[in-house]
């Protein structure tokens, strides 16, 4: 069975990332789908002295082997500031120094909601601009803007058909890239 990791690059507890990738991972037909929490792998703020000095973290070294244990991965990232939240960016920061490509060459569906309009779209352009240099093989990107009027959160499911036919197309899609991966 093909294995789906999905998270949101998120610090909130409440992150309406996490609802949106948990919605769109309710879209995988015969995959198995794992939500992990970003902030269960605290790290502190990557720098080269404490590299040096330390090592890489164990949590680091945890999530390092999650993505090699998966098959691909659903990412749904807030903007913060027209950028990465610094939780997100500083994980990308420590694994880019543990060798290898980041996400292993596997597919990965880009996510994106916020509660205005803008659906967080410039990091997530900037990011699905990035990804492949990560490693990433990026199957599609989606941006969702006014998060509280077009989610039902409670059934995990957008309220917008249009826009949630678009979702499961491309889940759909990635689904099917994760299968022939
Ligand atoms: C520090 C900070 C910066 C933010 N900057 C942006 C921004 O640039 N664009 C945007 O659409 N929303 C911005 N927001 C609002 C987020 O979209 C909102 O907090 C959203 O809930 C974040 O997603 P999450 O709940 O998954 O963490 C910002 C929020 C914070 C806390």
Do not use: C
Not at 32 to 58: A, C, H, K, M, N
Not at 114 to 125: E, F, H, M
Request: glycine share 8%; aromatic share 10%.
């Amino acid at each position: 069975m093909t294995k789906v990791l999905a998270f949101s690059g998120s610090s909130s507890a409440r992150s309406i990332n996490r609802i949106l990738a948990e919605t769109a991972a309710n879209h995988l037909s015969d995959t198995d789908f794992t939500f992990v929490d970003i902030r269960d792998y605290p790290l502190p703020i990557y720098s080269v002295d404490l590299e040096q000095s330390d090592g890489f973290p164990d949590e680091a070294s945890a999530f390092k082997a999650l993505l090699s244990d998966h098959d691909g991965f659903i990412i749904a990232l807030p903007e913060h500031n027209g950028s990465m939240p610094a939780i997100f960016k500083n994980l990308i920061d420590w694994l880019s120094r543990m060798g290898g490509k980041i996400f292993q060459e596997k597919p990965v569906l880009l996510l994106s909601t916020s509660p205005g309009q803008g659906g967080g779209k410039t990091n997530l352009d900037m990011v699905t601009t990035l990804m492949p240099w990560w490693g990433a093989d990026v199957t599609g990107s989606f941006s969702l803007g006014s998060f509280q009027d077009v989610v039902d959160v409670d059934a995990r499911r957008i309220t917008d058909a249009a826009r949630a036919a678009e979702l499961e197309a491309l889940v759909q899609a990635f689904e099917t890239r994760v299968r022939t991966y």
